[in-house]
């Protein structure tokens, strides 16, 4: 097929078979997420539907790592390549020295809105927040009695990551939403927050970011819950809005972003003062390493198998059909699996550990982000084909990420033993242990 026999399959598949609504703006130049409003999701959708309709099959490392942003980049896609695209051999340094690793340097990745908003005062104090992503890569998520798998839910609160916010840092964390009181109360509580906020406090507020078209989002979930910061400008009908996990910031109507934050999808913020954080003690890392690190098992790949096989027993009347809405949020879990970056980049720099190594562990975390990409388009062929002999390739996905994750633990677990042994205090008690 020719570019233009492409760019007409696409346009057939978005307009008859998955009627998108926003077709005003398609052309070759069109971005998929700005302008179409095709989030990761709806866009593996336009690669499934190619492949079944039009009998274009995608490579699978195009499906899981392609970085396309318009129509004709699509359509590119499926073109003869001469050559490859160049990858860059050090991904997380940018070259090939110690930068970001040994040195002082190091890099915000976008995996949990909660985190980010803290560790951003952790950065502008000097401090390393890296140590505070551990919990990150198997974060609380939930599955509901349908087995559809979900990144926010009523019964999951952040109260374990404040709790060691305040432990770690030293930072005294205020709730100051209240479910007991209604939203307009809440937002009067807030609104206060924000006009008596010092230079280095922070005002903390959930919003459903399926609110803020006017906000770039990936997902385009909806409802979308979030964690930003506000603060006053000299303007009162604005807001200045700071978004440490989507790495934005910038001015807003202030209407606009209530409307967000009076949602009934969402409530939920905190206020805390930067200016009281301090580095944390080795003795607490090494507790709070304990206290996150799940090395027997891979939730989310433990989760994601018990919904397909429930799927296919057809378990509640549940059929195939309905597991691609079950698998939705996949994405929005997948992309925690950065923060191992994080995790291996505190203990490679504080160990004084061979860069080149650390970047042999940033492709396996690569690897391990593509093979969840991978069983999510699998599961969504799945589900559209409604066929059980698909089901296979969907179990071998997942056999692949949790292959990759354990031999990422494994190794992690043996450089947090290496950290301990130079930096943490016996208790008493050992002590006793061993000179018994």
Not at 27 to 38: F, S, T, V
Not at 167 to 193: C, F, I, K
Not at 393 to 411: C, S, W, Y
Request: charged share 25%; with cysteine.
């Amino acid at each position: 097929m020719t570019r233009d026999d492409i760019l007409s399959a696409i346009e057939t598949v978005l307009s008859q078979h998955m009627a998108h609504p926003h077709m005003h703006g398609f052309a070759p130049d069109a971005r998929l997420n700005e302008d179409l409003y095709l989030d990761s999701v709806l866009i593996l959708q336009v690669f499934l539907n190619l492949e079944l309709e039009f009998n274009l099959a995608m490579p699978e490392e195009a499906i899981a790592s392609a970085d396309i942003q318009t129509v004709d980049d699509l359509a590119g896609l499926y073109l003869p390549k001469t050559l490859a695209l160049p990858v860059p051999s050090f991904p997380m340094t940018g070259g090939d020295t110690d930068e970001g690793v040994h040195g002082e340097a190091y890099y915000d990745i976008k995996v949990h809105c909660f985190v980010s908003c803290v560790c951003d005062g952790l950065k502008k104090r000097g401090l390393d927040q890296r140590p505070f992503y551990f919990g990150v890569w198997d974060a609380k998520f939930a599955v509901s009695e349908r087995y559809q798998l979900r990144y926010h839910a009523e019964d999951i609160s952040q109260e374990f990551f404040r709790s060691w916010f305040e432990r770690l840092y030293g930072v005294n964390m205020h709730e100051w939403y209240d479910p007991g009181l209604s939203q307009a109360d809440n937002l009067a509580v807030m609104t206060d927050l924000v006009a008596g906020r010092g230079p280095t406090d922070s005002v903390m507020v959930m919003l459903d970011m399926f609110h803020m078209p006017e906000r770039e989002n990936k997902f385009n979930q909806n409802p979308f819950p979030h964690y930003l910061m506000l603060q006053e400008t000299g303007d009162p009908q604005t807001w200045f809005v700071h978004d440490p996990d989507y790495r934005w910031e910038g001015v807003m109507e202030r209407d606009k972003v209530i409307h967000a934050i009076m949602q009934p999808t969402v409530g939920g913020g905190y206020a805390f003062d930067i200016a009281q954080a301090r580095a944390p003690e080795p003795e607490d890392l090494k507790a709070w390493f304990d206290a996150c690190f799940v090395a027997e098992q891979n939730p989310i790949a433990d989760a994601v198998r018990s919904i397909v096989t429930a799927h296919l027993a057809g378990t509640d009347g549940l059929s195939l059909a309905d597991l691609e809405l079950a698998v939705r949020e996949l994405p929005v879990l997948t992309i925690r699996k950065y923060a191992y970056e994080h995790g291996f980049a505190f203990f490679w720099r504080a160990l004084k550990l061979p860069s080149g190594e650390f970047e042999l562990w940033c492709e396996e975390i690569e690897a391990l982000v593509q093979s969840l990409k991978s069983l999510h388009y699998a599961c969504m062929k799945l589900s559209q084909s409604s066929d059980p002999p698909h089901a296979p390739a969907v179990f071998g996905q997942l056999d692949e990420a949790d292959r990759i994750e354990t031999k990422l633990k494994n190794r992690l677990g043996e450089v947090f033993a290496q950290w301990c042994d130079e930096n943490c205090v016996p208790s008493q008690g050992n002590l006793r242990r061993l000179a018994g």
